[in-house]
């Protein structure tokens, strides 16, 4: 193995998920300012918002974890992308195909007159 590649800062490292809590010791090289205490021992700490004790996969729950607002964040961007579809097809203009279907529709349409050259 070679020598001197190794980060000098590869330590124990707690990682606390937001959502419920849970803590993981491990070793990383992530810097952080924050510290916890476990089993009288005091170790950096890096929170997290979803880690395998909350995530859905693992839990095998199906619950919507939205620290961020990303799903409503996503509703509204589809909200208004369909106001917006709606807006832009009532301001079209209407093909002739689409005005002798809606003729059709309410029975105002009679047979097409034929061209006098034939």
Do not use: C, W
Not at 41 to 61: A, C, D, N, R
Request: no cysteine; aromatic share 6%; charged share 30%.
């Amino acid at each position: 193995m070679k020598n001197n590649i190794h980060p000098k800062n590869y330590r124990a490292v707690v990682f606390q998920d937001s959502n419920d809590n849970a803590t993981i010791l491990t070793r990383s090289t992530v810097a952080t300012e924050e510290t916890i205490t476990l089993d009288g021992i005091e170790y950096p700490l890096v929170k997290v918002h979803i880690s395998s004790s909350s995530h859905p996969y693992f839990t095998g729950e199906e619950r919507i974890v939205d620290i961020e607002g990303r799903v409503d964040k996503f509703k509204a961007r589809a909200e208004a992308a369909q106001k917006a579809k709606a807006a832009k097809a009532a301001k079209a203009p209407k093909t002739k195909k689409q005005v002798k279907t809606e003729a059709q529709k309410i029975g105002t349409v009679t047979k097409e007159p034929q061209d006098a050259e034939q």
